[in-house]
């Protein structure tokens, strides 16, 4: 889903965009004077392209850049996400991009921003990076030798059906819903809906979809034309309007590395990250456009008791995982208080526990 997407749009997007910035953070953030000695650091960036993807290339270009302010940047593509964290997890790499669901391994709190129904738009994942200079947030941004960065949304992940017909969890059961292998919490959920869970991984679930294998899958606008999705909706399929989690992407260092050479890293990582939140528009108007370009034919709604159905669904779905750790609690905690700024009236806003 998110790996496909990364450099078969033809555009830079917003996981590409954090990793220019962490490249090239001099250039970004004028008020960082040039490193008093030079800088070696090498970046593991996945690419499904290799070295020939959008997203390799434009890390090169980056790095290129960053040689101005005493950074020599090598940049290393994969064309498997595995292979890059396991490299970043090997020392191989002083930085990674990588998709959020799989940097969870080196920070279950940043990892845990991706679950389902947390974050109802993309304001909300803008107000909670806001967050991460706070001096509460900060310190859970680093995990051992590692810390995240930033992250980037790469858009809403929508409930896309075979059949419009399926219109209620009612209706959900029996029905084959593709669930990532690695995301534990996507099983558990269509389990509870009584759906069969068809295994997957980020390079098949399109398929699968397009070729009849499943009926119902989540993913971003931003892969609907890349992965022809409008194959596996058909005539009778469509898409529901209501953000069923929100896919983004992660910029990680090796900080016990880096600290050694950059005395002042974590004054540069906030002003990074103040950057980062600035240009995390263009981001959010590339997804949009995306959205906006699927035909409208495909667009459906849920009807309103439906909808507040799914919400308590969610909800429900958030609080058992978090029990039982797959989900972090304090980004839980952190992302209930984001949603309550931003909509202070919804009920679980206004209840009392």
């Not at 020939?52 to 040689?67: E, I, N, P, V």
Request: proline share 4%.
């Amino acid at each position: 889903m998110v790996h496909s997407l990364l450099n078969r749009t033809k555009r830079v997007t917003g996981l590409a965009l954090a990793l220019g910035l962490i490249v090239n953070a001099q250039a970004a953030t004028a008020s960082i004077n040039p490193l008093a000695k030079p800088l070696n650091i090498k970046f593991c960036v996945y690419d499904i392209g290799g070295n020939s993807g959008d997203l390799y290339r434009y890390a090169k270009d980056m790095a290129l850049a960053a040689k101005k302010w005493n950074v020599n940047a090598t940049i290393k593509a994969y064309s498997d996400e595995r292979v890059a964290a396991e490299d970043f997890k090997a020392g191989q790499c002083d930085g990674v991009a990588l998709s959020t669901l799989r940097a969870k391994q080196f920070n279950p709190f940043i990892g845990s921003i991706d679950s389902i129904g947390s974050a109802p738009s993309y304001q909300h994942i803008k107000t909670l990076v806001s967050t991460f200079n706070n001096p509460q947030v900060a310190p859970l941004t680093i995990n051992g030798n590692y810390q995240v960065v930033t992250v980037m949304p790469l858009g809403a992940a929508y409930v896309m059906v075979n059949n419009r017909h399926i219109d209620s969890i009612d209706k959900a059961a029996g029905k084959k819903v593709a669930v990532i292998d690695m995301d534990k919490a996507q099983a558990k959920i269509v389990q509870h809906l009584g759906a069969q869970a068809v295994s997957t991984d980020f390079y098949n679930f399109a398929n699968l979809f397009n070729n009849g294998q499943v009926d119902v899958i989540a993913a971003p606008a931003v892969a609907f034309k890349p992965l022809e999705l409008a194959k596996g909706l058909g005539d009778y399929g469509g898409i529901y309007r209501f953000p069923l989690t929100q896919v983004t992407g992660t910029i990680l260092i090796n900080r016990k590395h880096l600290s050694q050479t950059v005395p002042d890293l974590d004054e540069r990582i906030a002003k990074i990250r103040v950057y980062a939140l600035a240009e995390m528009d263009k981001a959010i108007s590339f997804i949009n456009k995306r959205e906006q370009e699927i035909p409208s034919q495909y667009w459906l709604d849920l009807p309103e008791a439906e909808k507040t159905r799914y919400l308590n669904l969610m909800q429900d779905a958030r609080q058992q995982l978090t029990k039982e750790g797959i989900y972090d609690p304090r980004m839980m905690a952190l992302m209930k208080r984001v949603r309550c700024k931003l909509s202070p009236q919804e009920a679980e806003c206004t209840r009392i526990n």
